[in-house]
């Protein structure tokens, strides 16, 4: 069996288990032979992006045709056949804007075989992931299989099955679909024991990244788990959020110097944006060999937590499932951090939180617009197909053309920001338009279970709204959509509960704790839809406000109490990121990323102390605080 690729025989209990109830009692007439292949393990990608974003939905990642509507290159593979002969190929997709009965399903693509297309085209039926039944098809008994992009517009993959019994019918229910996943590729029921760690840290943006460097330079041993390849979350190059916040301040000034070393050492200008801007400015791989450096950093990347196994009111150990093999680790450890953002590690161990889908703050995908008379930008650009571009440019073909989008949000007579003559935030045209933070929706959406539906409908706006820019209004014939975030940047969703849960009304009396760990400087900002822009799309708002003026600002910076970092019900859980235990408005100046940044060295800190002490998080308030301030006043290269 090749690594990228399940071939073989379904028996009985494998029929069973895979087939839909109308089939499950049908008597296959045919052989049982069968190839299944994970859109994730294709050997190679090529322009299709990977998304992990809704494994726990799906029970698998897929790939994403991430094109801004120009055809990305096939992601590939070969495939090895139990016998030559015929048969029925199912793909496991969707038409991701049938959720809004939106015509004309963008998200077209085909599987080759061997260079020519199976007749049917996929991604054209169904709101929800299904098994579109691809027909008969003749192969031989090796094949090279293609994912072939027709329009750059979000197609997606998520599995390919072969089987010769024409009759067969492949489940869809997520739960037997994984346990087949699992047997076909003979991977044990039982995960692989990967060690033992003092802190193991879920997250890896700059709260988890900090919180594991922070620690491992007090001598413990540390795991650090992201699912993504890069380390930053929404201040990486795929998301591309510039850090705020403000850091060493006067009280504790060495705290945020770990925040500033793996970060860019770039300060904004009077009124500059940096949101969505090149990817050389995230800077990744600073990141991630500033972690690298740490010998006592064990790091996961492309590793998503999918179970966390719990003894009591502790965690005991944790399940992570590689996004690239789907093969499955226990890691075990003594204190955990939950960096998820989506407290998801804290919800999956029962600890107390708070969440309600109604009235939130919404997420956020980037992009940014490029003018191709600029030769520079043009040679740096991050378009998939640059070759190409760069050539039409180099005859003086600067012409940049772009498709009607009748699926995308109806906006050829609403405002909207970038249209001319909208003023949005006192700015217009193209420069309200690329690299702002307030195309922004999922107000009323579960930001954990439905973001893809969320992230969607993001690029229904952005894609709607250059539509109208390039053809309605005619400007720009120049500019193309140059780069996007595929992946969302969310400001809120589960908080999980501490001992203290942290409100606005503290920050504005200035209310002061003993236990004050790490400073807040971004004032109490509040998302919702922009009320300008709702007008017909009050269930699917598109453009945000935020809350500002006298009542929703405090004085100065303002230290926030250590006990909001752990949970109270959890006892070796620590917090550090947006869920942290705070209330809905005191969520408002936590969670910017340098703030965050900062409550993970704290809980590095605080970490490496439970190990020496032999205590809990709530143990280092009760016993150990000075210990912890003393901590908190060493530069952050200071070690152990």
Not at 24 to 46: C, D, L
Request: with cysteine; net charge neutral.
């Amino acid at each position: 069996m090749k690594r990228r690729q399940f071939i073989g025989f379904l028996g009985n209990s494998s029929l069973a288990l895979l087939a839909t109830t109308s089939y499950a009692h049908v008597a296959p007439t045919a052989s049982k032979e069968f190839v299944f292949i994970e859109a994730e393990q294709f050997a190679h990608h090529g322009g299709w992006e990977l998304d992990q974003q809704s494994m726990e939905q799906m029970g698998s990642p897929y790939l994403l045709a991430h094109g801004l509507g120009i055809p990305v290159p096939d992601a590939t593979t070969q495939v090895e056949f139990p016998s030559a002969g015929f048969y029925r190929i199912w793909v496991r997709t969707r038409d991701w804007v049938a959720p809004w009965n939106a015509p004309g399903a963008p998200g077209k693509f085909q599987v080759w075989i061997d260079g020519k297309p199976v007749r049917e085209t996929f991604g054209t039926k169904s709101a929800t992931w299904h098994w579109h039944d691809g027909g008969m098809v003749k192969v031989g008994k090796k094949a090279k299989i293609a994912l072939h992009d027709l329009t750059g517009f979000e197609g997606r993959c998520e599995a390919i099955l072969f089987c010769k019994d024409a009759n067969f019918k492949p489940v869809n229910e997520v739960d037997a679909l994984t346990k087949f996943r699992r047997d076909v590729q003979g991977l044990s029921v039982e995960p692989q024991d990967i060690g033992h760690f003092d802190l193991i840290v879920a997250g890896g943006g700059l709260a988890g990244t900090c919180a594991a460097i922070a620690a491992a330079r007090q001598g413990i041993q540390v795991a650090l788990i992201q699912d993504r390849p890069v380390l930053g979350g929404n201040g990486s190059s795929e998301v591309r959020v510039w850090p705020e916040g403000h850091t060493n301040k006067a009280r504790f000034p060495h705290i945020g110097d770990i925040v500033n070393e793996i970060l860019p050492p770039i300060t904004k200008g009077p009124n500059q944006v940096l949101n969505g801007v090149a990817a050389s400015y995230f800077d990744d791989a600073k990141k991630l060999g500033v972690v690298h450096a740490e010998k006592g950093i064990s790091l996961f990347l492309n590793h998503r937590v999918m179970k966390v196994e719990t003894e009591g009111q502790e965690i005991r150990s944790l399940v992570i499932q590689s996004t690239l093999t789907s093969q499955q680790k226990r890691v075990h450890g003594r204190l955990f951090a939950d960096c998820t953002g989506d407290a998801n590690i804290g919800f999956k161990a029962g600890a107390d939180y708070e969440y309600k889908v109604e009235n939130l703050m919404g997420s956020t995908n980037l992009f940014n617009v490029l003018d191709t008379t600029n030769k520079a930008d043009v040679l740096a650009c991050e378009c998939k197909d640059k070759s190409a571009l760069a050539m039409k440019c180099d005859i003086g073909d600067y012409n940049q053309p772009f498709p009607r989008c009748p699926w995308a949000l109806d906006l050829t007579d609403k405002p909207f920001p970038g249209r001319k003559g909208v003023k949005t935030f006192g700015k217009e045209g193209l420069e309200s338009f690329a690299n702002m933070w307030y195309w922004e929706s999922g107000f009323s959406k579960d930001q954990v279970n439905q973001i893809e539906l969320i992230r969607d409908h993001n690029f229904r706006a952005m894609y709607g709204a250059w539509d109208v820019i390039k053809n309605v209004d005619k400007l720009y014939p120049k500019h193309r959509l140059g780069w996007a975030a595929f992946i969302a940047g969310k400001r809120e969703s589960r908080r999980l509960m501490g001992d203290i849960i942290l409100d606005a009304e503290d920050f504005k009396s200035q209310k002061a704790f003993e236990d004050a760990a790490f400073p807040c400087s971004w004032h109490v900002d509040l998302h919702s839809p922009k009320n300008e822009f709702k007008e017909g799309f009050e269930d699917n708002a598109f453009v945000a406000d935020y809350t500002r003026g006298a009542e929703y600002q405090y004085g100065g910076e303002y230290w926030a109490p250590y006990r909001t970092l752990y949970s109270r019900n959890i006892t070796n859980l620590f917090m550090a990121g947006r869920c942290i235990s705070v209330s809905k408005t005191g969520l408002g100046p936590v969670r910017v990323m340098k703030t965050c940044g900062m409550m993970g060295e704290i809980v590095g800190k605080a970490a490496s102390i439970c190990i020496k002490k032999d205590t809990k998080p709530r143990g280092i308030y009760a016993k150990h605080l000075s210990e912890l301030h003393e901590l908190m006043k060493k530069p952050g290269s200071h070690r152990a």
